[in-house]
């Protein structure tokens, strides 16, 4: 219980300071508890400048991490925003955060009644449901079902593993058995990679717009993410040789196809020169491709082919085939096995085996292939009704997404538009939210996702309230 003893307020009237009584449980959670309690009451209103934190630890006598704590809490909670230099700012009502978590929580399939949901990228359903009924009838009359209801290898079963190794060919990848982890979905397998390689403290480069979940994941292990410049093929070389030059930078998180969210593909030369350079600054890389299969272009080599003793890669199922089947393939060069199969073991001991053994069944019997290309497919139709809704033109591209990421000119400001698409029932995600770093400069440019709405049906109401906002400001379409 926090000490219920009122604390004195300081001399300065705007001065915010917490009153804990009442409140339970560890001091920074108090303390961001307290910060709630009184946006809500009114008594602190939107924009006002909270102390700082040597200021506010100073006040009610904790220390300075405690107060990080705190104020890093009520980010999380969406009620502060803060940038080094200016200070931390109680939240406008509605204003974008650009914190993970936010769009950790935007995506999923539940939103308020009459809102389309176009900030999730999810898979479509069709197909995969009849699938899923025949294979598990034929699983509960298998001899073998109680092998996949008991404990198991933390790498997988030897079956499984040779699956994976099948389905990461796909992306052009050829390892062997012995080298893929089964993982629970791809951000297990993010977690794997990230607990066999980095110890907290440890500096993570990656590009400067970056899949949320991963900003998230940093932070849980520690780990200081630093962002590098992008162009239109990803991250820039001359940008990443200048990072790695620095001292401790000795890990990478890449996407180079289909990069969430700007949809950058990293041609052939330019990963040819990124993978030089992590070789020889000695970077270890986890290379993620869990969109690789919405790319439809000449075939590109994996950085894990071009620098095979120091790549990590990571992919799943989830996005092509089925999000509920947690199933996710962890390539590790040789020597670094047993550290991924240690990491598994302390993160959930093992991905679930009947997942795993559906999903198998379906890579090798071509289920798992064909319901691949009956996604693309899906994607591709609903690209091409966006094209006609917002008039877009991607229809030519290489990469059918499952999102669109549309660049504004003309000043004006992501977070507006997406104010204006939820004034009108449609949620998008803007730029900020895929921020690595608070208070760096950042393209204004919004996520519509595609893949977001129940069907095409749906999705063409979602595109229909947009229009409008798109057509009355300067705009350009950009895959980046």
Request: proline fraction near 7%; charge should be neutral.
């Amino acid at each position: 219980m926090i000490n219920p003893r009122p604390l004195p307020r300081s001399h300065r009237p705007d001065f915010w300071l917490p009153d804990l009584a009442g409140f339970e449980g560890p001091l920074y959670l108090a303390i961001a508890d307290a910060l709630a309690a009184d946006i809500s009451a009114g008594r602190l209103a939107a924009g006002i400048r909270l102390p700082t934190h040597r200021d506010l630890a100073e006040a009610v006598g904790v220390t300075v991490g405690t107060i990080t704590r705190a104020y890093a809490e009520a980010a999380r909670r969406g009620l502060v925003d803060g940038t080094v230099g200016r200070g931390t700012f109680v939240r406008r009502r509605h204003e974008p955060v650009a914190s993970a978590e936010v769009i950790a929580h935007l995506d999923h399939s539940q939103s308020p009644a009459g809102v389309i949901n176009l900030s999730v990228n999810r898979p479509a359903m069709g197909p995969q449901i009849e699938a899923l009924r025949q294979t598990l009838g034929e699983l509960t009359a298998a001899p073998e079902l109680a092998d996949w209801l008991g404990y198991t290898y933390p790498a997988g079963q030897p079956r499984h593993r040779a699956a994976g190794a099948a389905w990461l060919a796909r992306s052009g990848l050829s390892v062997r058995p012995e080298q893929v982890v089964v993982t629970a979905g791809c951000q297990n397998a993010q977690t794997i990679s990230l607990m066999a390689v980095t110890r907290p403290g440890d500096v993570l480069l990656t590009e400067a717009l970056a899949y949320p979940g991963l900003t998230s994941l940093a932070r849980h292990l520690g780990l200081e993410l630093e962002p590098v410049a992008m162009d239109g093929e990803g991250i820039v070389p001359a940008a990443f040789d200048a990072a790695c030059r620095g001292g401790g930078r000795r890990f990478a998180y890449l996407t180079p196809t289909v990069q969430n969210p700007t949809m950058a593909v990293m041609g052939e030369a330019r990963r040819r020169e990124i993978a030089a350079i992590s070789r020889r600054h000695d970077v270890v890389v986890i290379e993620d491709d869990v969109h690789g299969f919405l790319y439809d272009g000449p075939a590109l080599p994996p950085l894990a082919s071009l620098i095979p003793e120091r790549v990590l890669f990571v992919t799943s199922v989830s996005k092509s085939v089925l999000p509920a089947l947690r199933v996710g393939y962890l390539a590790v060069p040789q020597v670094m096995v047993e550290q991924a199969t240690e990491a598994i073991r302390v993160a959930c001991l093992m991905a679930p085996p009947l997942m795993a053994e559906v999903v198998s069944r379906w890579i090798l019997d071509g289920t798992a292939e064909r319901l691949t290309r009956w996604q693309i497919e899906e994607t591709k139709a609903r690209v091409d009704l966006a094209d006609r809704i917002l008039g877009l033109q991607l229809g030519r591209s290489a990469i059918k997404p499952f999102h669109l990421w549309v660049t504004l000119d003309g000043g004006r400001r992501a977070e507006d538009v997406v104010a204006a698409a939820r004034d009108v029932g449609v949620q998008i995600a803007g730029s900020a939210a895929f921020a690595v770093r608070r208070g760096d400069r950042l393209p204004e440019a919004l996520r519509i996702s595609v893949s977001g709405a129940a069907d095409q049906a749906t999705l063409a109401t979602g595109l229909e309230r947009l229009a409008p906002l798109l057509a009355a400001i300067p705009s350009r379409p950009a895959l980046v």
